[in-house]
């Protein structure tokens, strides 16, 4: 499944593979997030053709509730009923756990929630996310787990992580002894979880490792901690964590601190944020981020940058990208999140190369603080 090429010699930044049978993943990479079966204004064929995507995400919570797994099943799975023959992931609602505090809650046998739609109840356990996602079809299925707050206490965040031990080992042996709906492989990721604890991370990380998972994931980071107390969680991980195996860092993050966590060892990222800001008026570029609502951009009559390959910075003017926000144009909307999810992809296609060329070290560093730099 997983085949690591190498590993750069002055950070932990690692380039490899990870194979299934809807196609082959390099790492490091970025996953769009395609909540409903849809990242938010951008087809398919744009994102094989323009942004390079090699994997996309669905949330199984949301994909449970709305279409429902009868619809996703009759259609032949969530590959079939989306029109994507590649790869996707699946999360296991976990995360929505922790975000929809107010109407959940947690039980030995898993955890008790009202929809966010109509109030009407449901139950996950780690079992039944095991079959939603056989349903579902994904490539690679996350574990249900329990994500804490930040801040916990110690106390807290150890008998998260002893529920979350438990409900792994309860799901790991549900997918064991379970077969794929379709005709095609599943694997399943582990979340190490553990709170901001350096002493309960190692021992998740032991724990979910010896669960002999096919890929491990972190979660429990970035909910609102400090961003260097997150990479130094990061950092401690990853020194835990087989080498053999991929490591997806769940939930990050801005272009900068994809590239701090790389150099930690970490292989696999999601987020929503390239899209939800870019919805916002956020553009990410190569030296820095814009926000195309400032006054600034109401008469700049140039593209952002010829260079880069989209059609928001190298074909259209400035002025009227502002235009098209300030007037709430679905236009814009469409050609911001297609930009930025492109930027990502060639990110990490620019780490990639980096790190196979023995360059990371001294580049990425340089890079990341121009990242955050405001234009």
């Given at each position: 499944m997983f085949e690591l090429h190498k590993t750069a010699t002055t950070t932990k930044a690692r380039l490899g593979t990870l194979t299934t049978d809807h196609g082959t993943i390099e790492t490091p990479i970025f996953m769009p997030v395609g909540t409903l079966g849809t990242v938010k204004a951008v087809k398919q064929d744009e994102l094989i053709r323009k942004v390079k995507a090699q994997i996309i995400l669905g949330n199984t919570y949301h994909l449970?509730?709305?279409?429902?797994?009868?619809?996703?099943?009759?259609?032949?799975?969530?590959?079939?009923?989306?029109?994507?023959?590649?790869?996707?992931?699946?999360?296991?609602?976990?995360?929505?756990?922790?975000?929809?505090?107010?109407?959940?809650?947690?039980?030995?046998?898993?955890?008790?929630?009202?929809?966010?739609?109509?109030?009407?109840?449901?139950?996950?356990?780690?079992?039944?996310?095991?079959?939603?996602?056989?349903?579902?079809?994904?490539?690679?299925?996350?574990?249900?787990?329990?994500?804490?707050?930040?801040?916990?206490?110690?106390?807290?965040?150890?008998?998260?992580?002893?529920?979350?031990?438990?409900?792994?080992?309860?799901?790991?042996?549900?997918?064991?002894?379970?077969?794929?709906?379709?005709?095609?492989?599943?694997?399943?990721?582990?979340?190490?979880?553990?709170?901001?604890?350096?002493?309960?991370?190692?021992?998740?990380?032991?724990?979910?490792?010896?669960?002999?998972?096919?890929?491990?994931?972190?979660?429990?980071?970035?909910?609102?901690?400090?961003?260097?107390?997150?990479?130094?969680?990061?950092?401690?991980?990853?020194?835990?964590?087989?080498k053999e195996k991929p490591r997806y860092l769940m939930g990050v993050g801005k272009p900068a601190n994809l590239l701090h966590c790389i150099a930690r060892g970490i292989d696999m990222f999601d987020c929503v944020l390239p899209t939800r800001n870019a919805r916002n008026g956020q553009i990410f570029t190569p030296d820095g981020y814009v926000n195309i609502r400032n006054a600034k951009w109401k008469n700049h009559n140039r593209p952002l940058d010829p260079d880069f390959p989209t059609d928001l910075c190298s074909r259209y003017k400035m002025s009227y990208i502002h235009h098209l926000f300030r007037n709430n144009e679905l236009l814009g909307l469409a050609l911001a999140s297609l930009h930025n999810l492109t930027f990502y992809l060639w990110l990490m296609e620019e780490a990639r190369n980096r790190i196979a060329d023995d360059t990371f070290h001294s580049w990425y560093k340089q890079k990341a603080e121009l990242l955050d730099t405001k234009i």
């Open positions: 449970y509730l709305r279409p429902g797994c009868e619809i996703i099943e009759n259609a032949g799975g969530l590959h079939s009923f989306i029109s994507w023959d590649h790869p996707i992931l699946t999360d296991s609602g976990g995360y929505q756990i922790f975000s929809l505090s107010d109407n959940r809650e947690l039980k030995e046998e898993g955890a008790h929630f009202k929809s966010h739609l109509d109030g009407s109840k449901h139950l996950f356990t780690p079992e039944n996310v095991v079959e939603i996602q056989r349903i579902l079809g994904s490539d690679i299925m996350m574990i249900l787990d329990e994500c804490p707050p930040y801040p916990s206490s110690h106390d807290y965040a150890k008998e998260s992580m002893e529920l979350t031990h438990r409900w792994e080992k309860r799901g790991r042996d549900a997918f064991l002894n379970s077969i794929p709906h379709y005709n095609h492989q599943q694997f399943q990721f582990g979340i190490v979880q553990g709170g901001t604890y350096p002493d309960l991370r190692k021992e998740s990380a032991k724990y979910i490792t010896d669960l002999d998972f096919e890929g491990i994931a972190i979660g429990g980071l970035s909910v609102g901690e400090p961003i260097e107390l997150m990479y130094e969680m990061t950092d401690l991980n990853t020194d835990y964590l087989p």
